[in-house]
């Protein structure tokens, strides 16, 4: 099925370091959610964006909505080793359905 | 709160044979949601439903996997004659009416096809 291109698919950071990671799309979405999830285990909901240009905070973590419409990023500042997972955006364009990203797997270095 | 639990957490199955995947949604969530989640990708949407509505089963991959939810509350996900390449892990979410975008998810089932 269809999937969103997120980048990097995968990074190592040293601990204490902040992360930059993002979702593009050739098409527009109206909501986009930001999932993180361990081995093992389902995807947990990190963070939701409902407008063009939201910019929203969840702890150490930013989220933004691409003013295009078309992209979103996340940010995750001063990281610790239990940020390791694989982080997902998902995209969702007037239906109840999402169209999720390829992932982007986290490894950090202590 | 309770979260969305699935059951089984592993099932190993012989090519052929019918599995039943559960599903036991978040109280109160109206909508409930199977993904597909092969190994090292992202997730592939099956079947939606919504209150007493008629699913959405535009993602089952075949007309083995079949999917139902009884009382708007538990969901069994049935796939028929299974083949390898079912092999997946497969989730379960729901949501909320009020919060209708925001889905939670379970722990997921893995299901091999030996």
Same mark, same amino acid.
């Given at each position: 099925?269809?999937?969103?291109?997120?980048?990097?698919?995968?990074?190592?950071?040293?601990?204490?370091?902040?992360?930059?990671?993002?979702?593009?799309?050739?098409?527009?979405?109206?909501?986009?959610?930001?999932?993180?999830?361990?081995?093992?285990?389902?995807?947990?909901?990190?963070?939701?964006?409902?407008?063009?240009?939201?910019?929203?905070?969840?702890?150490?973590?930013?989220?933004?909505?691409?003013?295009?419409?078309?992209?979103?990023?996340?940010?995750?500042?001063?990281?610790?080793?239990?940020?390791?997972?694989?982080?997902?955006?998902?995209?969702?364009?007037?239906?109840?359905?999402?169209?999720?990203?390829?992932?982007?797997?986290?490894?950090?270095?202590? | 709160?309770?979260?969305?639990?699935?059951?089984?957490?592993?099932?190993?199955?012989?090519?052929?044979?019918?599995?039943?995947?559960?599903?036991?949604?978040?109280?109160?969530?109206?909508?409930?949601?199977?993904?597909?989640?092969?190994?090292?990708?992202?997730?592939?949407?099956?079947?939606?439903? +919504?209150?007493? #509505? %008629?699913?959405?089963?535009?993602?089952?991959? &075949?007309?083995?996997?079949?999917? *139902?939810?009884?009382? =708007?509350?538990?969901?069994?996900?049935?796939?028929?004659?299974?083949? +390898?390449?079912? #092999? %997946?892990?497969?989730?379960?979410?729901?949501? &909320?009416?009020?919060?209708?975008? *925001?889905?939670?998810? =379970?722990?997921?089932?893995?299901?091999?096809?030996?």
């Amino acid at each position: 099925g269809q999937q969103l291109n997120q980048s990097p698919q995968s990074m190592f950071i040293q601990e204490g370091e902040d992360v930059s990671m993002n979702c593009t799309s050739s098409s527009i979405f109206n909501t986009w959610l930001w999932y993180k999830q361990d081995p093992g285990e389902g995807p947990v909901l990190l963070i939701a964006l409902y407008k063009a240009g939201e910019l929203t905070s969840n702890g150490r973590l930013t989220a933004q909505f691409g003013i295009t419409r078309k992209d979103s990023f996340l940010n995750i500042s001063a990281s610790i080793p239990s940020d390791v997972g694989i982080y997902f955006c998902a995209g969702q364009r007037g239906t109840y359905k999402y169209i999720f990203g390829t992932g982007t797997r986290l490894k950090v270095l202590a | 709160g309770a979260g969305v639990s699935q059951s089984p957490s592993n099932k190993v199955t012989e090519k052929g044979k019918d599995v039943e995947l559960r599903c036991d949604p978040i109280s109160g969530h109206t909508a409930l949601y199977w993904y597909r989640q092969s190994l090292g990708q992202g997730l592939e949407f099956l079947i939606y439903f +919504q209150g007493n #509505s %008629a699913p959405d089963k535009s993602g089952l991959p &075949s007309d083995r996997f079949s999917a *139902e939810r009884t009382g =708007g509350s538990v969901s069994t996900l049935t796939i028929q004659r299974t083949q +390898q390449e079912d #092999s %997946a892990v497969y989730l379960c979410a729901s949501s &909320s009416r009020d919060r209708i975008y *925001e889905q939670y998810f =379970g722990p997921g089932t893995r299901l091999t096809v030996t």
